[in-house]
């Protein structure tokens, strides 16, 4: 049979063994494995659809000229909105126009602040992959983002503080058109 040839090789009797599960242990009774309390958190699940598709950008010349001669200022006003004013709109879009002229992928840089907008307004992740459609698409995908935030009621050229007084210093909820549970 088995023989025991440390103290150390098993826990005491009185000792409940690890399972990686709560469990519920007094004195002398067996442990009792307890429900297990701490759920992961939800999985992100989109409920709407963009206000605009990707393609269009004509839809909007002001937002579509700034973004083509400067899609840095574009970024860094995404960037201030989204991060409702921890960052400012100079500091994003010196740090994208940087990251672009050293090593030419600014998008990979961009496409965080794409999901993270789309966490924020639970939007679709569409056509494709944040990452893909900053990639192949950047002027594309700054445009639509720029028009989103406007369509939410942002004023862009004002910033987040100018936004948060209009609406009395309230921090911008999101607006959903449909409710799931």
């Not at 994208?96 to 050293?102: M, N, P, Q, R, V």
């Not at 966490?119 to 900053?134: A, F, G, I, N």
């Not at 594309?140 to 987040?160: I, K, P, S, T």
């Not at 209009?166 to 058109?177: C, D, F, I, K, L």
């Amino acid at each position: 049979m088995y023989q025991q040839t440390s103290d150390h090789a098993h826990p005491p009797h009185n000792q409940p063994t690890a399972t990686g599960y709560p469990v519920s242990y007094s004195g002398n009774h067996p442990p009792i494995p307890l429900p297990y309390t701490s759920a992961p958190p939800p999985e992100f699940k989109a409920v709407s659809d963009w206000s605009t598709d990707l393609f269009d950008c004509f839809s909007d010349y002001n937002s579509c000229c700034l973004t083509l001669w400067c899609p840095c200022v574009t970024f860094g006003r995404i960037a201030e909105i989204v991060d409702k004013g921890s960052t400012s709109c100079g500091a994003s879009g010196a740090l994208y126009t940087l990251i672009t002229y050293l090593t030419g992928f600014g998008c990979l840089y961009s496409c965080f602040y794409r999901t993270k907008m789309r966490k924020q307004y639970m939007l679709k992740e569409s056509p494709c992959c944040d990452c893909l459609v900053h990639c192949f698409c950047e002027t594309c995908a700054l445009c639509q983002e720029y028009r989103e935030l406007q369509n939410r009621g942002f004023d862009m050229v004002a910033g987040w503080n100018a936004n948060a007084e209009v609406n009395r210093g309230v921090s911008m909820a999101p607006t959903y058109e449909h409710m799931t549970r």
